[in-house]
C-alpha cells in the first residue's frame, strides 16, 4: 500500500491543474449537491465534501439518455464516442462500488460499448467518510470493497493518499510537487465509516412473505425516485424514435427505466407480470440485497441510502427490514 501526504492548501492547485489536461467533475452544491464539470478556479472553490452529492454519479457512464444508433433505410450511423479522458473527484466508498458492481454489469457480462467507452480514460479520486453523511447511510453493513485510483483521507489540516491502482499512481508522479513521502499507514481501522452499519439483517431471502413489508408498500407512490437516485440501477428500455426529416430515418435510443413501474414487465396480449405494487417494491429490494448475490456473490446495493432520503414519503427499508420478526 502506497501512502501520500497532501496538504490541504494544495488541494485547490492540484485540482487546477487537473483540469488544464483532464475535464475535471466534482460535486458541486446548487440547489442540490451533483457531480458537474468544473470549470473555472471559483468552481473548485466550491466543490462541497460536508454530504454526498444527492445525484448519482451513474449517469456519467450508463447515460440517462443515449442514442445508439441512426438509421436511414438501410444505412446505420454509430455517433462517435467522447474520448476525452476524465478525472472525477470526490467520490465516496459507496459510489466507488456502485461503479465497480455497473462494471461488472456492463463490461464483464454485457461487453457493452457505449458504456466502455464513457469508463475509458477515467480516473477516479476518492474521499473517504470519516463519519456517515447522512442518517440514512448504511454500507458498513455491506461487502465494500476499496476501488479507486486515489483515495483522500481527511485529516484536518491535510489528507492521506492511497494510491489504489497504477493509474493513480502515475497521476501522483506526474503532479508530485503537491504529494509528500510519508510513513503515516491507513489501517483497516480507519476504514471504518462510523454509524453507517444500521442494516441489522443481511439475509432477507427468508422475510419475502412478512407482512411488514405493507409498512413500506401502503407508502409508496410507484414514482421511481428509488430507482433513478440508484447509483447502481441499470436497467433501460430501448426505443426507436421516427424523424421527421423522412419516412425511413430513426433513432435507436436508451434510457433508464424502472422497476416500479406497471410498464416495465408488461409483454405481449397486455400482460403484466408485476402487475401489483407490493411485487414491484419487493422487486427492487430484493434484486439489490438478495438475487444479485445470488448470482454474483455480492449485494448490488452500496448502502448509499438515496432512494430512502429522495423518496418523497421516505420509506425506510432498511428500518422495515430491521423491525421485522422472522
Ligand atoms: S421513491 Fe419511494 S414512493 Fe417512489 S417508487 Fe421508490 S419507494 Fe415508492
Ligand atoms: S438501493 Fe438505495 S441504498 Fe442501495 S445503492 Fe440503491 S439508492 Fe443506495
Known amino acids: ?58 449517469e456519467y457512464f450508463f447515460k440517462k439518455q443515449e442514442v445508439l444508433f441512426q438509421f436511414d433505410g438501410d444505412k446505420i450511423t454509430v ?10 473527484f470526490g467520490i465516496r466508498k459507496c459510489d466507488l462500488n456502485a461503479i465497480h458492481h455497473q462494471d461488472m454489469v456492463f463490461l464483464e457480462q454485457a461487453d457493452d460499448p457505449y458504456y466502455a467507452a464513457a469508463r475509458k480514460g477515467t480516473y477516479l479520486l476518492g474521499y473517504h467518510c470519516n463519519e456517515a453523511p447522512s442518517e440514512y447511510c448504511f454500507c458498513g453493513s455491506l461487502d465494500l470493497i476499496d476501488f479507486f485510483d486515489l483515495m483522500f483521507y481527511d485529516r484536518k489540516d491535510y489528507f492521506l493518499v492511497e494510491v489504489g491502482s497504477e493509474k493513480g499512481r502515475a497521476l501522483v508522479e506526474k503532479y508530485k510537487e503537491y504529494f509528500t513521502k510519508t510513513d503515516k499507514q491507513i489501517t483497516s481501522q480507519d476504514k471504518v465509516i462510523k454509524n453507517a452499519d444500521r442494516l441489522e439483517k443481511l439475509d432477507i431471502s427468508k422475510l419475502y412473505d412478512n407482512k411488514d413489508w405493507k409498512k413500506g408498500v401502503g407508502l409508496c407512490l410507484s414514482c421511481t425516485a428509488c430507482t433513478s437516485l440508484c447509483p447502481t440501477c441499470y436497467c433501460f428500455e430501448i ?22 413501474l406497471p410498464e416495465f414487465t408488461r409483454v405481449a396480449h397486455d400482460h403484466v407480470f408485476r402487475k401489483e405494487r407490493e411485487q414491484r417494491f419487493k422487486h427492487r429490494i430484493y434484486h439489490q440485497l438478495d438475487y444479485f448475490k445470488q448470482r ?28 421485522m420478526k422472522e
Open 1 to 58: 500500500m502506497q501512502i501520500f501526504r497532501q496538504d490541504k492548501k494544495d488541494l485547490a492547485k492540484f485540482l487546477d491543474k487537473l483540469r488544464q489536461s483532464y475535464e475535471l467533475i466534482a460535486p458541486l452544491k446548487k440547489d442540490l449537491v451533483r457531480f458537474e464539470s468544473i470549470k473555472n478556479s471559483e468552481d473548485i472553490s466550491n466543490i462541497h465534501l460536508e454530504k454526498n452529492s444527492y445525484f448519482p454519479i451513474k
Open 296 to 323: 454474483n456473490g455480492v449485494n448490488l446495493c452500496v448502502g448509499c441510502g438515496r432512494c430512502i432520503e429522495g423518496c418523497p414519503t421516505r420509506i425506510d427499508f432498511v428500518k422495515i427490514i430491521n423491525e
Open 79 to 88: 455517433p462517435r464516442f467522447n474520448t476525452t479522458e476524465k478525472v472525477f
Open 239 to 260: 426505443k426507436d424514435e421516427p424523424s421527421i426529416k423522412g419516412p425511413k430515418k430513426a433513432e435507436r435510443k436508451r434510457s433508464w427505466s424502472s422497476c416500479q
